[in-house]
């Protein structure tokens, strides 16, 4: 089937199976910073934005998002920088498996939330799993990254 | 120091947050052909017969391979240095399966439908065998999990297959039963552990295919590069001058990808197609087929003197090393070496037992490696028999664990696998990470515990823990630097990324040399055909044994450079003073720049490339300390625990990253208290693992995690690269204790099996409360 999706501004049309998840779709369409993690969608390494909503890509079939707006990290190449930026202050990057699906989640919740506190960015996040850095140093810099107004 | 310790942010976190490509799975080739393994459903079985022609005859399959097409060659996939310390015991594929998850065969198909429904089409007819599920049954078992002949072992680990034994050890100093008699308290317990998962976010991931030299090329999310094609040629026959193994960046290992998961398998579909192919793990496979932590019984029996002084420790040791003996003999072996020295001054002490096969998953390397159950076990006993004598457990660590300057005959004994190298203390802050802990945590206001509402009390524990820096002697680590013309350098290191950072800080030690920033460094990691040889991420090495050879390799580069610009000048060689950038005769006035230099040696005159390799093997690994202290709350209705507050003091030596270096501690911490509070492991009465996704296998979320003070103790390990230890995996060893002791200083439950659930703890405080009635 023919799928008009929009990812990060750009309309792209695609040939899909009926059973295609949006995962596999844009690893398909180069977009490699899409990642999984799991079968279960539970551990959210895959969330993209989903006409701005972070939605686990695994879980989502590319044929019912015809016309839908797609984000993907290189869609908000300058946020995503911007964050990376205290996370490397922090030393909360190790393997960076979990980040490009973090830096969507953090982008949308800024857009959601005004001066979120710690508790709810943990509640906002919580299905962002990260094994390696114990998410201590994330948080430290997404608060950092929240106040940054440069 | 103008980098190494100082803020430096790693080298590749801005690339990897923006997306850029890096991990295994996107260097796969496009058209790569997909390959599956159908796994085997029973614990234990023997393959009667393989049905494949509906399979091959569906368009798209184009090769299903099973025992039947291998030579029988066994080989150990434990991914250590040659000769291994684990028995060869396993083949590419058998005619016995011996676990639920265990490869039966795979298919490479087009595509993953293809290669989904071509498995569906296979019929395989098993005759049924009884397993062994309890791994306190196994040895002697009348079932015999390893009956065939052709296993070995390398050198002697007490390998007997014939009795279930993967390994075996036995050591003592002193008389141990005479010590225990002579002593006024003893106590006597028993521990077991779990067989926790590593669950790092990125599944195994294999790609190959041949280049247009006719060579096999492989990406692998592996970490052990150099191992892995050491293995793949020795399980194929196929030439090691033919592989090349490529490490991309690794989404984290933690010890999981130590070891060979699909590399064998993909490699066989490239040779006997000669197509590209790539073998990714599900989730599922992830946790039922790769590798767990060894699960362990540990029976310690402590005597002491009333004034407190630990005569003697008894070690008695059952692991669990699943369907395969990766590691068997080494995890078990460090649940004693680096556990038992840091009470340094008792009169005996005794360590021993065997690791089992049993049919359950197999178990291997994992962060902690043996050193986090023994440390479960003895610092749990030492609060027990603290509380026996009515002593304050700080107290008691005072008087006995081990300080600076001294040592212990465990050193020399215990190696791994072979006997092990005598060492000093040259650096242990112990001491102080324990004061500085206690203010931290606030001991002297809150210990034991407080009550804070109605039903819930909060308590404090603590544990110490040590662990080491690679293993003298074998791990081996190379670096080479090439000076390029402009005047930076590319650092080429064999030494494995795998998210702990490492590439920086090489990076930042090269840099501190040469006294020159870390952009001027290039790094590049982990490329067979590329990159000098390096043992690989595991046993804590990369900083102590990688970065030791980077610092000789800057230093000699600095030597070189010294040489030419001397020449350059027309001046001597101890005229010459460098400080990074720029070459001063000051004698004679005259000087030139680094970049000058460069330009100079590769277009004008005397041209010559710069590059220089230089090695490094510790002669010993000095350990790395810490003392870990827990704030817990105990819900006495619910049995629940939360961890309010963790306090790491680590002496890891100077650290080289200060701020990777906690993110190593606290991550380590939070795996750890994953392990004691968590991550349950559940088997089903026949064998099959059902904790198998992150729904049923918990990993801590950001929700459960405490508040995390972490510091470092000053200290400088004259072996160290600018006086670094390790880091990587002594973050992990003490939450199970000091968890655990702040549970039974909270409410007066002790827990013995990891991990501590509510239940456990329900059920405790209903026995403490039958007791007192
Ligand atoms: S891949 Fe895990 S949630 Fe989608
Ligand atoms: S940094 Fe490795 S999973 Fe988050």
């Given at each position: 089937m023919l799928v008009n999706l929009i990812v990060n501004g750009q309309p792209r049309s695609i040939e899909v199976a009926k059973g295609e998840f949006l995962l596999d779709t844009l690893r398909h369409l180069d977009y490699l910073s899409v990642r999984r993690g799991c079968d279960s969608s539970s551990c959210g390494v895959c969330t993209v934005l989903v006409n701005g909503k972070p939605t686990?890509?695994?879980?989502?079939?590319?044929?019912?998002?015809?016309?839908q707006e797609i984000t993907t990290v290189e869609g908000i190449a300058k946020e995503a920088e911007k964050l990376a930026t205290h996370f490397g202050h922090e030393g909360a990057?190790?393997?960076?498996?979990?980040?490009p699906s973090m830096a969507l989640t953090v982008y949308a919740m800024k857009k959601e939330l005004k001066k979120p506190t710690l508790e709810q960015i943990k509640a906002y996040l919580v299905g962002n799993l990260c094994r390696c850095t114990g998410y201590q140093a994330q948080h430290i810099a997404i608060l950092h990254y929240l106040e940054d107004q440069s | 120091m103008k980098v190494v310790n100082q803020l430096t942010p790693s080298i590749d976190g801005k690339g990897l947050m923006m997306g850029r490509h890096g991990y295994t799975d996107d260097f796969a080739d496009k058209n790569a052909l997909i390959i599956k393994v159908m796994r085997s459903p029973h614990p234990y079985a023997r393959i009667v017969s393989i049905d494949d022609a509906e399979a091959k005859k569906l368009p798209g399959v184009e090769l299903i391979l099973s025992y039947k097409d291998f030579e029988r060659r066994p080989f150990t996939r434990a991914g250590q240095g040659y000769p291994e310390p684990s028995p060869h015991d396993k083949f590419v594929f058998d005619e016995y399966v011996r676990y639920?998850?265990?490869?039966?065969l795979c298919v490479a198909a087009v595509d993953e439908a293809t290669a989904n429904k071509a498995l569906k089409y296979i019929k395989v007819e098993y005759e049924i065998l009884t397993p062994i599920l309890d791994f306190e049954t196994a040895?002697?078992?009348?079932?015999?999990i390893h009956p065939e002949p052709e296993i070995h072992e390398m050198f002697p680990i007490g390998f007997k297959p014939l009795e279930n034994v993967a390994a075996s050890y036995h050591m003592h100093i002193g008389d141990v039963e005479k010590s225990i008699s002579d002593s006024e308290v003893v106590i006597k317990e028993s521990f077991y552990t779990q067989a926790q998962a590593h669950s790092m976010m990125e599944p195994h991931t294999v790609n190959s295919r041949f280049d247009y030299q006719n060579r096999l090329v492989l990406y692998s999310s592996t970490q052990t590069p150099f191992h892995v094609r050491r293995i793949i040629s020795q399980a194929l026959q196929f030439p090691l001058s033919r592989i090349r193994v490529i490490k991309p960046r690794v989404g984290g290992g933690f010890g999981g990808k130590q070891a060979i998961h699909g590399e064998i398998i993909c490699s066989a579909v490239s040779i006997r197609t000669g197509k590209a192919a790539k073998l990714t793990y599900t989730r599922k496979e992830v946790y039922e087929s790769s590798y767990t932590r060894h699960p362990m019984r540990l029976d310690i029996t402590l005597a002491a003197m009333k004034d407190g002084t630990l005569k003697a420790i008894d070690c008695y040791v059952l692991s669990d090393t699943g369907a395969y003996g990766e590691h068997a003999l080494t995890v078990f072996m460090v649940a004693g070496s680096k556990v038992l020295p840091l009470y340094n001054k008792v009169d005996s002490v005794r360590f021993y037992g065997d690791v089992v096969y049993t049919n359950h998953t197999p178990a291997g390397a994992f962060r902690g490696y043996g050193a986090i159950q023994g440390n479960y076990a003895l610092e749990s006993a030492v609060d027990i028999l603290c509380q026996k004598l009515g002593m304050d457990p700080i107290l008691f660590r005072q008087k006995n664990m081990i300080k600076e300057g001294e040592t212990s005959p465990i050193f020399s004994i215990m190696g791994e696998g072979t006997e092990g190298t005598a060492m000093n203390m040259d650096t242990c802050k112990l001491d102080y990470c324990v004061k500085r802990g206690m203010e931290l945590i606030h001991w002297n206001q809150k210990y034991p515990r407080t009550q804070t509402k109605k039903d819930i009390v909060e308590g404090l524990g603590m544990a110490i823990a040590m662990q080491g820096s690679g293993i003298p002697y074998i791990d081996m680590g190379a670096a080479t630097i090439k000076l390029n013309d402009d005047g930076f350098y590319n650092l080429l290191v064999g030494a494995t990324e795998i998210g702990q950072g490492s590439d920086t800080i090489l990076a930042q030690i090269a840099a501190e040399a040469l006294m020159t920033s870390v952009d001027k460094v290039i790094v590049y990691s982990s490329d067979s055909d590329l990159t000098p040889f390096d043992v690989g991420a595991y046993a804590s090495s990369t900083t102590f044994v990688s970065g030791n050879a980077v610092l000789k390799a800057a230093e000699t580069m600095k030597h070189q450079l010294i040489i030419e610009s001397a020449k350059a000048l027309g001046s001597e060689f101890k005229d010459i003073e460098f400080d990074g950038e720029i070459f001063n005769d000051s004698k004679h006035q005259k000087q030139i720049s680094l970049k000058d230099l460069s330009n100079r040696l590769y277009y004008n005159h005397d041209q010559k490339q710069l590059m220089v390799t230089e090695s490094y093997v510790g002669h010993k690994s000095p350990p790395p300390f810490m003392a870990g202290f827990a704030d817990v709350s105990v819900?006495?209705?619910?049995g629940e625990v939360k961890v309010n507050h963790y306090v790491s003091v680590v002496d890891?030596?100077?650290?080289?990253n200060p701020k990777l270096a906690q993110g190593q501690v606290e991550g380590a911490i939070i795996q750890g208290m994953g392990m004691t509070l968590y991550e349950d492991v559940i088997y089903t009465k026949t064998g099959k693992l059902i904790t198998n996704d992150f729904m049923s296998y918990r990993i801590p979320t950001r929700m459960e995690i405490p508040s995390m003070t972490t510091e470092f103790a000053e200290s400088y390990e004259e072996s160290g690269p600018f006086g670094a230890k390790s880091v990587g995996e002594i973050g992990i060893d003490t939450p199970p204790a000091a968890i655990s002791n702040a549970i039974y200083n909270a409410c007066g439950v002790r827990i013995t099996s990891l991990p501590i659930t509510p239940e456990k703890i329900l059920k405790g405080l209903k026995k403490l409360k039958e007791h007192s009635i």
């Amino acid at each position: 089937m023919l799928v008009n999706l929009i990812v990060n501004g750009q309309p792209r049309s695609i040939e899909v199976a009926k059973g295609e998840f949006l995962l596999d779709t844009l690893r398909h369409l180069d977009y490699l910073s899409v990642r999984r993690g799991c079968d279960s969608s539970s551990c959210g390494v895959c969330t993209v934005l989903v006409n701005g909503k972070p939605t686990p890509s695994c879980s989502l079939l590319t044929v019912r998002l015809d016309q839908q707006e797609i984000t993907t990290v290189e869609g908000i190449a300058k946020e995503a920088e911007k964050l990376a930026t205290h996370f490397g202050h922090e030393g909360a990057d190790q393997c960076g498996y979990c980040n490009p699906s973090m830096a969507l989640t953090v982008y949308a919740m800024k857009k959601e939330l005004k001066k979120p506190t710690l508790e709810q960015i943990k509640a906002y996040l919580v299905g962002n799993l990260c094994r390696c850095t114990g998410y201590q140093a994330q948080h430290i810099a997404i608060l950092h990254y929240l106040e940054d107004q440069s | 120091m103008k980098v190494v310790n100082q803020l430096t942010p790693s080298i590749d976190g801005k690339g990897l947050m923006m997306g850029r490509h890096g991990y295994t799975d996107d260097f796969a080739d496009k058209n790569a052909l997909i390959i599956k393994v159908m796994r085997s459903p029973h614990p234990y079985a023997r393959i009667v017969s393989i049905d494949d022609a509906e399979a091959k005859k569906l368009p798209g399959v184009e090769l299903i391979l099973s025992y039947k097409d291998f030579e029988r060659r066994p080989f150990t996939r434990a991914g250590q240095g040659y000769p291994e310390p684990s028995p060869h015991d396993k083949f590419v594929f058998d005619e016995y399966v011996r676990y639920i998850g265990d490869e039966v065969l795979c298919v490479a198909a087009v595509d993953e439908a293809t290669a989904n429904k071509a498995l569906k089409y296979i019929k395989v007819e098993y005759e049924i065998l009884t397993p062994i599920l309890d791994f306190e049954t196994a040895k002697q078992h009348s079932v015999i999990i390893h009956p065939e002949p052709e296993i070995h072992e390398m050198f002697p680990i007490g390998f007997k297959p014939l009795e279930n034994v993967a390994a075996s050890y036995h050591m003592h100093i002193g008389d141990v039963e005479k010590s225990i008699s002579d002593s006024e308290v003893v106590i006597k317990e028993s521990f077991y552990t779990q067989a926790q998962a590593h669950s790092m976010m990125e599944p195994h991931t294999v790609n190959s295919r041949f280049d247009y030299q006719n060579r096999l090329v492989l990406y692998s999310s592996t970490q052990t590069p150099f191992h892995v094609r050491r293995i793949i040629s020795q399980a194929l026959q196929f030439p090691l001058s033919r592989i090349r193994v490529i490490k991309p960046r690794v989404g984290g290992g933690f010890g999981g990808k130590q070891a060979i998961h699909g590399e064998i398998i993909c490699s066989a579909v490239s040779i006997r197609t000669g197509k590209a192919a790539k073998l990714t793990y599900t989730r599922k496979e992830v946790y039922e087929s790769s590798y767990t932590r060894h699960p362990m019984r540990l029976d310690i029996t402590l005597a002491a003197m009333k004034d407190g002084t630990l005569k003697a420790i008894d070690c008695y040791v059952l692991s669990d090393t699943g369907a395969y003996g990766e590691h068997a003999l080494t995890v078990f072996m460090v649940a004693g070496s680096k556990v038992l020295p840091l009470y340094n001054k008792v009169d005996s002490v005794r360590f021993y037992g065997d690791v089992v096969y049993t049919n359950h998953t197999p178990a291997g390397a994992f962060r902690g490696y043996g050193a986090i159950q023994g440390n479960y076990a003895l610092e749990s006993a030492v609060d027990i028999l603290c509380q026996k004598l009515g002593m304050d457990p700080i107290l008691f660590r005072q008087k006995n664990m081990i300080k600076e300057g001294e040592t212990s005959p465990i050193f020399s004994i215990m190696g791994e696998g072979t006997e092990g190298t005598a060492m000093n203390m040259d650096t242990c802050k112990l001491d102080y990470c324990v004061k500085r802990g206690m203010e931290l945590i606030h001991w002297n206001q809150k210990y034991p515990r407080t009550q804070t509402k109605k039903d819930i009390v909060e308590g404090l524990g603590m544990a110490i823990a040590m662990q080491g820096s690679g293993i003298p002697y074998i791990d081996m680590g190379a670096a080479t630097i090439k000076l390029n013309d402009d005047g930076f350098y590319n650092l080429l290191v064999g030494a494995t990324e795998i998210g702990q950072g490492s590439d920086t800080i090489l990076a930042q030690i090269a840099a501190e040399a040469l006294m020159t920033s870390v952009d001027k460094v290039i790094v590049y990691s982990s490329d067979s055909d590329l990159t000098p040889f390096d043992v690989g991420a595991y046993a804590s090495s990369t900083t102590f044994v990688s970065g030791n050879a980077v610092l000789k390799a800057a230093e000699t580069m600095k030597h070189q450079l010294i040489i030419e610009s001397a020449k350059a000048l027309g001046s001597e060689f101890k005229d010459i003073e460098f400080d990074g950038e720029i070459f001063n005769d000051s004698k004679h006035q005259k000087q030139i720049s680094l970049k000058d230099l460069s330009n100079r040696l590769y277009y004008n005159h005397d041209q010559k490339q710069l590059m220089v390799t230089e090695s490094y093997v510790g002669h010993k690994s000095p350990p790395p300390f810490m003392a870990g202290f827990a704030d817990v709350s105990v819900d006495l209705l619910t049995g629940e625990v939360k961890v309010n507050h963790y306090v790491s003091v680590v002496d890891c030596g100077v650290t080289i990253n200060p701020k990777l270096a906690q993110g190593q501690v606290e991550g380590a911490i939070i795996q750890g208290m994953g392990m004691t509070l968590y991550e349950d492991v559940i088997y089903t009465k026949t064998g099959k693992l059902i904790t198998n996704d992150f729904m049923s296998y918990r990993i801590p979320t950001r929700m459960e995690i405490p508040s995390m003070t972490t510091e470092f103790a000053e200290s400088y390990e004259e072996s160290g690269p600018f006086g670094a230890k390790s880091v990587g995996e002594i973050g992990i060893d003490t939450p199970p204790a000091a968890i655990s002791n702040a549970i039974y200083n909270a409410c007066g439950v002790r827990i013995t099996s990891l991990p501590i659930t509510p239940e456990k703890i329900l059920k405790g405080l209903k026995k403490l409360k039958e007791h007192s009635i």
